[in-house]
């Protein structure tokens, strides 16, 4: 099970819309409950769309600020999600003077907790896409999203480390002549009909997308989940193995992506931490919950629900949006709370700590949880 391969995707634009939050309406927390690191999920998922915008012809031709190598010896800085020291990112995976602001993995937008990090493009001119180490193209989706054709890609590092990134609207030649013909209407992934390997700081292509998808999973970390069996046993691989990308890259690159890092809206927030998939707080709100059974319309299969860096709460997936709202942090809710924002609210009740009942709809937070109509998700 792959959560977020094959569905709607309207983060950015959908999120824009929903950025003016109104407080919370109601809301009994217990003390001390503490938010887990943020993850990374699906590598067959194609989250944001980024805008359309004329797309460069010529991807090879790099900007000077862009493929830095450096530091090829020197150990990756430690850190919750440090980087094994027989890997590390030598080159820049774009030009960094173009993004103006990076969300770390972790983030709940398109029903989850998403496992890769987004880089928020200023400008509309294209933007270059960089392999940051040597790799080789493992798997591939080219498809149409909002009437744009794109390619999600997905490079092998080492036999334990990957990096995808998604919404490269115009890759290199020889990507191009190893994937599909036509678009496909998913983002489910192939292995390419031909071998393409890149150097570090070699070019992938460009993108004129707002804002796009990089991720890295190494499978010699496993993510923490409040029910660990739903991962290990439902190939939620990217959630698993999801990591901090940029523990990845040298010593010398790695503060400068640290500057940009911000909120899910695409704001520098500082003090805002990198983490990996897991937002789960055993016992409370935080994190993903699933249905196991019939799901659909405004109760969808999976919701992701977390605080963001800048103290907001986002509620991804309900409703088929993102609810940004004002309110106790979910880390903290062991009982019920209502999030309210823009006329649509979400209604929680903590059923159990592996249950929770779910509310969502248009209008202010009731007074009391309604006894009628509730849906039921678990961990």
């Known amino acids: 099970m792959n959560i977020g391969g094959v569905q709607a995707r309207t983060f950015f634009l959908g999120i824009l819309a929903m950025l003016v939050a109104a407080p919370s309406c109601s809301s009994s927390a217990a003390p001390d409950g503490g938010a887990t690191g943020a993850p990374d999920s699906g590598a067959t998922s194609a989250p944001d769309s980024g805008a359309p915008g004329a797309v460069d012809a010529s991807p090879d031709a790099a900007p000077a600020d862009a493929p830095v190598a450096s530091d090829a010896g020197v150990a990756v800085d430690a850190g919750t999600d440090a980087a094994p020291a027989t890997v590390q990112f030598t080159a820049n995976v774009t030009e960094l003077s173009r993004i103006s602001a990076i969300a770390p993995p972790g983030s709940p937008n398109?029903?989850?907790?998403?496992?890769?990090?987004?880089?928020?493009?200023s400008g509309t001119a294209a933007i270059s896409v960089y392999a940051p180490a040597q790799a080789t193209l493992e798997q591939m989706a080219f498809y149409r999203e909002q009437n744009i054709n794109q390619y999600l890609l997905v490079f092998r590092v080492s036999p334990t480390v990957t990096?995808?990134?998604?919404?490269?609207?115009?890759?290199i030649a020889?990507?191009?002549?190893?994937g599909p013909l036509n678009p496909s209407d998913t983002t489910m992934t192939s292995p390419p009909s031909s071998a393409v390997a890149i150097a570090a700081g070699g070019s992938i292509g460009t993108t004129t997308a707002l804002a796009w998808d990089f991720g890295v999973y190494d499978t010699t970390v496993t993510n923490t989940f409040a029910n660990q069996s739903r991962y290990v046993?439902?190939?939620m691989d990217n959630a698993l193995h999801g990591v901090c990308p940029y523990n990845y890259f040298s010593s010398a690159l790695k503060p400068g992506y640290e500057a940009k890092?911000?909120?899910?809206?695409?704001?520098?927030?500082?003090?805002?931490a990198c983490g990996n998939a897991s937002r789960d707080v055993p016992g409370a709100l935080a994190g993903m919950w699933f249905i196991d059974g019939t799901a659909g319309g405004v109760y969808p299969s999976t919701f992701g629900i977390a605080k963001d860096s800048d103290g907001t709460v986002r509620v991804a997936g309900l409703s088929n949006m993102v609810l940004v709202a004002t309110g106790t942090d979910p880390a903290n809710v062991t009982t019920d709370v209502c999030y309210g924002a823009n006329d649509q609210y979400a209604y929680f009740r903590m059923a159990s700590a592996t249950k929770v009942d779910v509310v969502?709809?248009?209008?202010i937070c009731p007074s009391t949880f309604p006894q009628t109509g509730f849906q039921t998700y678990v961990r």
């Not at 398109?110 to 493009?121: A, G, L, N, Q």
């Not at 990096?163 to 890759?171: G, L, T």
């Open 233 to 235: 046993s439902n190939f």
């Open 174 to 178: 020889a990507i191009v002549s190893a």
């Open 261 to 272: 890092f911000g909120t899910a809206t695409g704001t520098v927030f500082a003090g805002t």
């Open 110 to 121: 398109t029903r989850e907790i998403k496992p890769h990090s987004y880089f928020f493009v």
């Open 163 to 171: 990096f995808r990134v998604d919404h490269v609207y115009n890759p």
């Open 360 to 363: 969502s709809a248009s209008g």
